[in-house]
């Protein structure tokens, strides 16, 4: 899980308030394209990326943008 201090910086992250629901589900169809091919290709990346999308995650959770089984179906899907 990232860190508090690791992720206070909301430019690189999604406005929660503002996305619509397609561009959530089209931001998490792409980053999980990126996973995968971080996952071959660039550890150190792939983990970078990987916490900065489980963050904006719990943050559209906690925004109720998301329900808690969106949330874990999507965990699980990873």
Do not use: G
Request: hydrophobic letters at 35%; a negative charge; one cysteine or more.
């Amino acid at each position: 899980m990232p860190k508090k201090n690791d992720m206070t910086d909301n430019e690189d992250h999604i406005d929660c308030k503002k996305i619509t629901n397609i561009e959530i589900e089209e931001w998490m169809i792409t980053t999980r394209k990126v996973l995968i091919v971080l996952d071959d290709e660039n550890k150190n990346a792939y983990n970078k990326v990987y916490q900065e999308f489980i963050f904006d995650l719990q943050r559209l959770k906690n925004a109720e943008r998301i329900t808690d089984i969106d949330y874990k179906e999507i965990l699980e899907s990873l």
